[in-house]
DNA sequence: GCATTATTTAGTAAATTTTACAAAATGAAG
DNA sequence: CTTCATTTTGTAAAATTTACTAAATAATGC
């Protein structure tokens, strides 16, 4: 089966493999260089920007949905996937951005009411963070663009993906306060320096140089190792590591970060 | 047209009216006296208890779909009602407890492999509290009963809706911390006792008796009337009311209990 | 009336945590 | 071997939490 002959029994039989009626979207977050971006995709088919999303397998579970999406737009995997809402109002879908022609062109196929992909859609949220210079954006077959866009200069975004991003932002922003985030996000060895300006970009927040690291330290999350990291003219920073049985144990009991 | 005639329809063209493969489930935690329950039903045809739940509406938004299942299911309407979690792994309707017979009995129908109702279903959880003396449970026609059962005296659950309750407490008791609960559970004028007795039996946890109300009366959520309730042979303690204001700024923007 | 009593409130001191800031340590560069 | 930017430790003040004491109070029973 050729990529055309794969999208058309998409199309026509796809609730065979796929469950009708339900999505998944992805706010995949980026950050590096204290830059805080998130990823945008643009379908062939429609004229606007939206979050990267799709169907659920049969023989997936939700979390396993997201992360394959997550996976085909930027590469990554076993990044830190965390559901944070769903959305349902039976408006949601409302676009008057659907281009028949194009789908068309794209497709071949001439979009029938009674076809399973125009019904009524609920779509579970999740988000992701990682690094974003480390992904490589795939469109894929339906998107004609997928691009990381800065935080602050995202367009008005189709469906109800706008607010989707919001809640997003907010229930990471959230639960950064209590969860420990960065095992996914930083390298294995890190400088303070490093974990203290991820937060401060995620939060969009001042947090103390000196009070910041030594609270994580307190905690037990953080341990010192030998090396230090060379950075020029400088004190040279040591390195630092997670200390993972306390940090999985933070990620299921909740920590309080102030 | 007749009960069993409405039965019949929503069996045979229920996805008519209602979405196909998605529900949602309540987690309805009912409070009164120091005590927290969970209200159960027992469908006629499942010989197990399960939350309650049901379908979406085309035209409904998931919360309208929730609320509308806590009123039928309790009587009372506009409770304060959370989402928490969307389920969806693929084998999380398995029940060796359908029984068929029942079912033909009850509806005059068997049910084929090619009904909407059988394919794989995602569940949106929702969770609810309200003073469990002011309900009148009702089972409604799929159920032979609809009762209220002691937290620590939960049977074994159907489906996945063991897990489902285990979060929505979990979310519950978070989200007490975060969000002043309190306007649909208690008289609109109550004592500082009350109040603080409501936390207790929430979180099964002591909370101190001076500083507690100390502390909501600090941030600004508390008013003091100029009543009193007269409680027999002791002091009578002031009656207090919600801020509004100030309580659904503290629900939009959130706020810290210890 | 008036002492008794159980409970509600107010008060406060100690303990802890957070915050703000100062100063010392460091290591490369000139 | 001094300078410098940055990391790291130290610490004092401020704020908050916690634990506990004591005062206020209103009905009751004598």
Chains 1, 2 share one sequence.
């Not at 009411?113 to 954006?137: E, K, R």
């Not at 307190?218 to 190792?225: D, F, N």
Request: include cysteine; aromatic fraction near 12%.
């Amino acid at each position: 089966m050729n990529i055309n002959e794969e999208l058309k029994e998409f199309i026509l039989h796809g609730y065979r493999q796929y469950i009708p009626h339900v999505s998944i979207d992805c706010a995949i977050f980026g950050y590096h260089d204290r830059q805080l971006k998130v990823l945008l995709i643009k379908h062939k088919f429609l004229n606007g920007w939206c979050l990267p999303g799709g169907y659920i397998k049969r023989t997936e579970k939700l979390v396993e949905a997201a992360g394959r999406n997550v996976k085909e737009r930027t590469g990554i995997e076993g990044l830190f996937l965390q559901q944070f809402k769903t959305f349902g109002d039976p408006n949601r879908a409302n676009t008057d951005k659907f281009d028949e022609e194009k789908w068309f062109a794209l497709t071949g196929i001439r979009m029938t009411p009674d076809n399973w992909l125009v019904d009524q859609t609920i779509s579970v949220g999740f988000y992701a963070i990682t690094d974003f210079s480390l992904s490589v954006p795939q469109p894929g077959i339906m998107a004609e663009a997928c691009t990381w866009f800065d935080i602050h200069a995202i367009p008005h975004l189709e469906f109800d993906h706008d607010e989707m991003v919001k809640e997003a932002l907010h229930t990471m922003r959230v639960q950064l306060y209590h969860y420990p985030i960065g095992y996914n996000l930083l390298p294995e060895k890190f400088t303070l320096s490093d974990i203290h300006s991820l937060y401060e970009t995620l939060l969009e927040k001042k947090l103390d140089i000196s009070n910041f690291p030594k609270k994580l330290i307190t905690l037990g999350l953080l341990k010192k190792t030998t090396e230090k990291r060379n950075i020029g003219a400088h004190r040279s920073p040591h390195l630092y590591r997670f200390d993972k049985a306390r940090y999985d144990q933070a990620l299921s009991e909740g920590l309080v970060l102030s």
